[in-house]
């Protein structure tokens, strides 16, 4: 368990190697530095954890520290980790499916300017992600999660030519950083609280420190939660996923859908006990997370962009994740995050592979009848499909999404449960809408598939981890994270999975009716004012960049436009103004004119003989 | 040790800087050659202290009689503090000199009398403990950067001239420096008063007993001197103008320099003289200083012209250090310290950056860049490097000093300290832009440009090191500081155990 530092060190390795060869090195040595470093620590996460599993260590926690960051006046963060199940999941998809991702890149990227430039963003991002797991105090927390952030930045601009896409990079590092500065924040307040920042030390000491429900517990619980809507995408922060599109494909699949954006979800589920005192906020994340999975469910029903589609269900994923979490589903809400890695991961990877394949077009409605052209991709959609709808037994969607529904009827929050039926519904429109839309109907498109291990293997491997054999992973979370109100099961539970699967299935038979063959009734929709109204409401995302737009960024740029002369300093000008006009008043005094003068020596007279009577 | 040794780090730049200029005449390179080795000597100097140095107190002291009957005295002494600064200063003086090397080529030898004049002030001001002194070299400072403006600046689209800036510079120098000489006599003045005894000794003077008014009138004094040296708003009016026009060593020396030291004799003589005073002033010291951290912010992103915006930068990172300085507490100050070293460096940086840019486009207005990434080789990391450090990215310098300033902060004046948090918001608004003006979009040709030369990548890869070892190792930093913050600090506590504190 030593290695532990290696699952940062090799991808670290990989990034300086990268990076210091600007761009020299061929394709395929920049894939081998690029992919390798990253299978390099997923091998040292399988050996760390079989050890973990096999002889865990004792309090099922195994601390490994590197040096102490800062020692100022008692405050004395270390760079040290901090390895137990929770993070042990997390280390394993990072790195697993990572590899996986990378893998699919090699093959993606080909001939793209910068190839080794982006194995050398994603290789960094790789070790930001997995510092930020394995931190074992908030502020090497604090580090990973800005270090991921500027990686994602990196990552959505990298092809920068395109205007947009630089405007979607700033757009994503700017909200997110909002998000970042209320956990910042956070950590201020924890500090003033405890004078501590190290995770085991406050989450064993808050019960004592805090009093439940109290406004400060409450505020620093509500900044946490500010650090993860950023970070993942949650209601109010949501708008800057649809965007961060713009990346690479395979960027979109590690960093926008399987491991940066759960980071929210991590961090709320590595503070639980700070949740746990304060359960007005504990609910908020209920509610965030059922609001997300409602609005992102709508707005993936009406975009026509292949990757906007997968991103808008990836919002409404994490905000099942965060239903799970607010409802006190901890174990559950990490098992959706590590199946919702697999089967999204493979979703974007096939659709990194359809968009290569119809050279570069992204709009499904350009695609049709790909399922002949293109078989293996037809099938990974299906079974990534299906695993994103949670059809029972086969896919492990099931097992994960049906878990955070129970929990959620279990724990007595039947509004929450409504949304979350609802929300599935739609995602059984919305994902097989794309299916008969892309693969279905007349081929409008020539397309031409992919070969080689670095395409097939990722593509296989996600799939077989999409279907049920996922499942057969149980993450080591016991004792890590608190025990679930419905985690024995119950009476109603099979009543509950049966009505989910029920909304489902219901889902997937009005999308057959709606979206296979001619669609008249979505055209019908459509020409009618009403739903034309509504559908370009959902496809702009409920208006919220619209609504930004206007209460914040207009506002900047015109204050920073009003201000950019800087008119404090301008205000300085009115001394000198001042000092000038004096001068010419002196200046025309002296004129060289006697009768001036006279009458200047005879009015100083005056005035002094004044003065002088009135003293 | 030796107790000569000081005074030495003041003669060996005015010595380097007048064989410098005389060099000039035997051949056009000796003069950076000899200014070069001045700097060094300099640095060498204060890391042979290092090893030796005591935990608390000075490190070393020099005293020589100068104008007895004044009693004013050639009073030296260097303890952590000064020790970091000065080694600052020598540091970021070979960066001017190696940035020049291009820039500079008429009146070499001239340039580079100024600069090591202007670096010997600097020192001077780093190690004074004698106010009269002190005096001296914060004037001295402001001649050769007058001089390094007008004859070797830019002039600049839409600027007033450099001519225009340079006087600016001067009459906000001179004029904050009247206050200052204004509060010096007063102190010395009520010191009389109280001891019968005339002095201007620093650690003498730290004795005087002061009515409350008298001595929040001459904390003024010298808070409004530091202010605008800062700058903190609204006395920032002269930075924007400088450094649009001055040359790209001036403004690594004005940004690295400079203002660092009016944020030490904010450490070094406003606090520990006046610590009711400043007590009491503090709650406003940190409201100017987040008004600069935001006005400073919001204006960065406004400008078109690089150099402005990079200075605008540094308005706003003076902000959280004054933000730091007055929050008193051991957390905030050496976070203060960490910010004072990272922040020259990475504004530096940008600044070289800037000059490396100007000198192979022609220009600084953003608008006419973008598209970067492929015609330039090694550099657009480069620049994505520091515009990192300046938004506060952990694992970099600015981050520890940023976080520690504010997490000090948040205990004593947490609704202050919330508000300037948006300066971190708007921190990465302004360093994305800087990026995206010049980086992303359409290029302007397709004209390859010329690679850095091993000097200028030399420069710029000095400065990113030390970012990223004090972002990921700052422990010396802070343990060099520590006996004199925590002189510092106590200074200003024991006089605050009764005083209430605010905004809590």
């Keep these: 368990m030593n290695l532990l530092y290696l699952t940062v060190l090799f991808p670290l390795l990989g990034y300086v190697i990268l990076s210091w060869s600007r761009g020299r090195l061929s394709e395929n040595l920049a894939a081998v530095v690029g992919v390798g470093s990253l299978f390099l620590s997923a091998f040292t996460t399988a050996f760390v954890g079989y050890h973990f599993l096999t002889a865990p260590p004792e309090a099922g926690v195994f601390t490994q520290t590197l040096w102490t960051w800062i020692n100022v006046d008692g405050f004395a963060p270390r760079v040290s980790f901090h390895l137990d199940g929770l993070a042990l999941t997390m280390l394993g998809v990072i790195t697993g499916v990572g590899a996986l991702i990378h893998l699919f890149a090699s093959w993606y990227m080909r001939g793209e300017e910068g190839y080794s430039r982006f194995f050398s963003y994603m290789n960094l991002f790789v070790a930001s992600m997995v510092v930020l797991v394995l931190a074992d105090n908030l502020l090497l927390m604090y580090l990973g999660w800005e270090g991921v952030g500027l990686c994602s930045y990196l990552l959505i601009g990298f092809y920068y030519k395109e205007k947009a896409n630089g405007a979607a990079a700033q757009k994503a590092f700017i909200v997110t950083r909002i998000g970042d500065v209320f956990m910042a924040l956070g950590l201020f307040m924890l500090y003033r609280e405890t004078g501590t920042l190290d995770i085991p030390v406050l989450l064993d000491k808050a019960p004592e420190l805090f009093v439940a429900g109290s406004m400060t517990i409450n505020l620093i619980a509500l900044m946490l939660l500010g650090g993860a809507v950023g970070k993942s995408a949650q209601m109010p922060l949501q708008t800057w996923l649809a965007d961060a599109m713009a990346g690479p494909t395979p960027v979109s699949a590690l960093i926008h859908a399987a491991t940066m954006v759960t980071a929210g979800v991590y961090l709320i589920a590595r503070t639980h006990p700070l949740f746990l005192l304060a359960p007005g906020v504990l609910n908020l994340v209920g509610i965030i997370g059922a609001f997300t999975l409602l609005i992102a469910g709508f707005s993936a029903l009406v975009q026509t962009d292949i990757k906007r589609i997968l991103a808008y269900s990836t919002m409404s994923q994490i905000g099942y994740m965060f239903l799970a979490l607010g409802v006190g589903a901890w174990q559950p809400a990490i098992f959706h995050l590590m199946t919702h890695a697999f089967f999204k991961a493979l979703l974007f990877l096939s659709s990194g592979a359809v968009i290569l394949a119809c050279h570069h077009e992204q709009n499904i409605f350009k695609m049709g009848g790909l399922y002949k052209q293109i078989p293996l991709v037809y099938v990974c959609f299906l079974v990534g499909g299906a695993a994103l709808v949670a059809l029972p037994f086969v896919t492990v969607g099931f097992y994960s999404k049906d878990e955070i529904l129970w929990e959620t009827y279990a724990s007595h929050h039947e509004w929450l449960l409504l949304c979350g039926w609802i929300g599935a519904f739609m995602t059984s429109l919305y994902t097989l809408r794309l299916i008969f839309v892309a693969f279905h109907g007349p081929a409008q498109i020539q397309a031409h598939g992919g070969h080689g291990i670095a395409y097939g293997l990722p593509l296989v491997v996600l799939l077989v981890l999409s279907t049920g054999v996922g499942a057969l992973i149980h993450p080591p979370l016991q004792g890590v994270l608190p025990a679930s109100v419905g985690q024995e099961g119950g009476d109603m539970k099979h009543w509950i999975e049966i009505w989910s699967e029920a909304v489902a299935i219901a889902g997937v038979i009005l999308a057959v009716l709606l979206f296979s063959g001619e669609r008249r009734m979505v055209k019908a929709v459509a020409a009618n004012p009403a739903g034309r109204a509504l559908s370009s409401l959902w496809y702009q995302a409920w208006g919220f960049d619209r609504l930004y737009d206007v209460v914040f960024t207009k506002p900047f740029l015109w204050l920073s436009n009003i201000l950019a002369s800087d008119l404090l300093d301008r205000l300085t000008y009115l001394i000198a103004g001042f000092a000038k006009a004096v001068n010419m008043v002196a200046a025309a005094a002296e004129n060289g004119q006697v009768r001036s003068y006279a009458a200047s020596i005879a009015i100083g007279a005056l005035l002094t003989l004044l003065i002088l009577i009135a003293l | ?504």
């Design chain 2, 1 to 504: 040790m030796p107790n000569t040794l000081l005074p030495w780090l003041i003669f060996i730049p005015l010595l380097a800087g007048v064989l410098s200029w005389l060099s000039g005449r035997i051949h056009a390179q000796a003069p950076r050659w000899v200014a070069l080795a001045g700097m060094v000597a300099v640095a060498v100097i204060v890391c042979s202290l290092w090893p030796a140095a005591p935990q608390t107190g000075w490190w070393s002291e020099f005293q020589a009689p100068w104008i007895p009957g004044w009693g004013i005295s050639f009073h030296l002494a260097l303890d952590g503090l000064s020790a970091l600064m000065v080694l600052l200063a020598a540091l970021l003086g070979v960066i001017a000199v190696l940035a020049s090397w291009k820039e500079v080529q008429s009146g070499v030898g001239l340039f580079h009398l100024h600069l090591s004049l202007m670096l010997a002030g600097v020192i001077g001001v780093f190690l004074a403990v004698d106010l009269f002194l002190f005096f001296i070299c914060w004037e001295i400072m402001l001649l050769p950067m007058y001089f390094l403006i007008t004859l070797w600046g830019h002039e600049a689209q839409g600027g007033r001239g450099r001519f225009h800036a340079a006087t600016k510079f001067f009459i906000y120098g001179q004029a904050s420096g009247l206050l200052m000489l204004l509060a010096i006599v007063g102190l010395a003045f009520a010191n009389f008063a109280a001891t019968r005894v005339v002095t201007f000794d620093y650690e003498m003077l730290l004795q005087t007993q002061l009515n409350p008014v008298v001595g929040f009138v001459l904390m003024l004094g010298f808070f409004i001197a530091f202010a605008v040296k800062l700058p903190a708003v609204p006395f920032h009016g002269w930075l924007a103008d400088a450094h649009m026009h001055a040359p790209t060593g001036a403004s690594v020396d004005i940004t690295g320099l400079l203002l660092k030291t009016s944020a030490y004799g904010i450490l070094r003589f406003c606090l520990p003289l006046f610590p009711e005073a400043s007590q009491q002033f503090a709650e406003t010291a940190m409201i100017i200083g987040v008004a600069s951290v935001i006005y400073g912010g919001v204006l960065a992103f406004g400008q078109t012209h690089l150099k402005r915006l990079v200075a605008y930068t540094s308005i706003s990172h003076m902000g959280f250090i004054l933000i730091g300085i007055y929050a008193f507490n051991a957390v905030a100050l050496q976070g203060v310290v960490v910010m004072m070293v990272a922040g020259a460096l990475s504004t530096a940086g940008l600044f070289v950056l800037c000059g490396q840019l100007y000198e192979r486009l022609g220009t600084f207005d953003t608008r006419e860049m973008g598209g970067l990434w492929t015609r330039l080789p090694t550099l657009p990391p480069i620049v994505l490097f520091f515009a990192a450090a300046t938004l506060g990215l952990p694992g970099l310098g600015n981050f520890v000093g940023e976080f520690l300033v504010l997490m000090g902060a948040y205990k004593v004046a947490p609704v202050l300290t919330a508000i300037s948090t948006l300066g971190m918001v708007l921190a990465a608004v302004f360093a994305l832009a800087l990026v995206h003006r010049t980086l992303y979009g359409p290029a302007t040709s397709d004209a390859q440009l010329a690679a850095p030369v091993a000097r200028e990548q030399l420069v710029l890869l000095v400065m990113m090191a030390g970012l990223l070892l004090i972002g990921l190792y700052p422990q010396p930093l802070l343990d060099a500081s520590a006996g004199a913050i925590t002189q510092i600090q106590q200074a200003v506590s024991t006089t605050t155990a009764n005083a209430a504190h605010f905004g809590g």
